[in-house]
């Protein structure tokens, strides 16, 4: 069929106009009654444009309540709120909030990216603003509960696993979850990680804790944070509300607790100074989690990172004043995981049942009985970690460091000898800064107390003196 030629003399029909996909935005509209709220909030396939301004209204109701924009006209916000939340609630096979979780729904199957990251900031500012809130703690645990369902916690994963250039749904979805963990006081914290495959995909969340921004203003920071700042403050919420249990698991996961101390050079200070303070607050001092959990977090790369914004980086005095205490008291603190309490004696010579077995017929042979000292190789300590890290610092040429090692060598005498075994130093006498810092370094160690010889009631002091070489 032959196609019919265009007339282009025929001027009487104008052109066709491309019919936008989405009207402008409307101006929020400001909520009066909570009947007005629930048309707002109605969720029709046709009606998308209504239901997006809808939720740009209820987002400005949500926060006036949250950030207290108007105190004359909070109480009867406060009574809007509890209307609207008490007529969606469960309805037999429905869930609470049925018209927006039907509109999510609707929102993933057609890849309507945008409308799905609205609803899932809604929901995350929701719960933050119910958590506020002591009068409506029901209604929030009754949104918890309907989030930890399956069918609401695969609209969440979706958007958890978008891509990285889709930063708009990611950012939602972890300020929901880390809300729904930290929810009165982290009573959901368990039911979050029972169903880790997913929420707490370990993976996923280390793929999230690399994506930083270095060339935003801190101010920046703070009005829209970094995914690697909302996943951060995720897994910190787990290390605060989990059980014990729930704390081991995560902290076996060693590549997620390794990115989390792999960009702190690049981290804000606020965040710098979260991790460093939960790390410790939440680790290190809980008495019912064993070293090895503790030592996850106290690596020798986790030491470094922590040793490079206290002394090498351009940070702020209060970052790298908290960097150095955090440092001190992890080296110094037996409990904290990392620290292996011991003399100048090698491992398991510590006691005379260990040196001299046998009768009284047996022949002393002196340092000829103990095979270390002929060993060849490195120097054997207990505390490997402090010495692999211990191998990383400046004691010569940065005062910071070099209180670090003294203050390690005195909780840790054994290093002494295995420090400088490893350490190559340029002592020939020169009269140089270098050469004088050396030495003003040995002169401290030198004059370090010797470690006490009061040992358990139940050990003995080894007749041998300390390993040394001559």
């Not at 609630?89 to 890849?111: E, M």
């Not at 708009?168 to 039911?191: C, H, K, N, W, Y």
């Not at 804000?268 to 809980?286: G, M, T, W």
Request: net charge negative.
């Amino acid at each position: 069929m032959a196609k019919r030629p265009h007339d282009s003399e025929n001027t009487d029909r104008p052109p066709k106009r491309a019919k936008p996909e989405n009207a402008p935005a409307q101006p929020a509209e400001e909520i009066h009654f909570a009947r007005q709220l629930s048309e707002l909030l109605v969720f029709r396939q046709d009606g998308l444009n209504q239901l997006r301004h809808g939720i740009a209204s209820f987002k400005v109701f949500l926060e006036s309540i949250l950030y207290h924009h108007e105190v004359d006209n909070r109480g009867r916000q406060l009574s809007i709120l509890r209307e609207y939340l008490d007529a969606v609630k469960p309805d037999g096979n429905r869930p609470f909030v049925a018209q927006l979780w039907d509109a999510w729904s609707f929102a993933n199957q057609n890849n309507n990216d945008y409308l799905a990251s609205s609803l899932c900031a809604i929901f995350a500012l929701l719960l933050k603003t119910l958590s506020s809130l002591l009068d409506l703690r029901e209604h929030g645990s009754l949104l918890c509960r309907t989030i930890l369902k399956h069918d609401q916690l695969r609209l969440v994963k979706r958007c958890l696993d978008a891509p990285q250039h889709k930063d708009f749904l990611i950012s939602p979805s972890l300020r929901l979850l880390t809300e729904l963990t930290s929810f009165d006081g982290g009573v959901f914290a368990r039911g979050v990680h029972e169903r880790k495959e997913l929420t707490f995909d370990a993976e996923t969340l280390r793929e999230k804790l690399g994506l930083f921004k270095s060339d935003q203003s801190e101010e920046d920071e703070r009005r829209r944070p970094a995914i690697r700042t909302l996943t951060v403050r995720y897994v910190l919420a787990h290390l605060k509300f989990q059980p014990t249990a729930g704390k081991i698991d995560i902290l076996k996961q060693y590549r997620l607790c390794s990115a989390l101390f792999s960009h702190l050079r690049d981290d804000p200070a606020d965040v710098v100074l979260e991790i460093l303070r939960s790390s410790e607050q939440h680790v290190f001092k809980d008495q019912d989690l064993p070293r090895s959990a503790k030592a996850a977090l106290s690596a020798k790369e986790h030491l470094e990172k922590v040793t490079d914004i206290a002394t090498r980086s351009d940070t702020s005095d209060a970052v790298a004043t908290a960097a150095l205490s955090w440092l001190k008291v992890v080296i110094t603190t037996p409990s904290y995981g990392v620290l292996r309490e011991s003399g100048w004696y090698p491992p398991r010579t510590s006691s005379v049942d260990g040196l001299l077995e046998g009768g009284s017929d047996m022949i002393d042979l002196g340092l000829d009985s103990l095979e270390f000292y002929d060993k060849p190789g490195k120097v054997q300590v207990r505390n490997t970690t402090l010495l692999e890290w211990l191998q990383t610092l400046r004691p010569h040429s940065d005062l910071e460091e070099r209180r670090l090692t003294l203050a390690c060598f005195k909780a840790a005498p054994e290093l002494v000898h295995a420090y400088f075994a490893e350490k190559s130093m340029q002592l020939d006498p020169k009269l140089t800064n270098t050469w004088i810092s050396y030495a003003s370094f040995i002169y401290e160690v030198v004059q370090l107390p010797l470690p006490s010889l009061i040992q358990d009631e139940e050990e003995a002091v080894p007749d041998a003196p300390p390993q040394t070489n001559i």
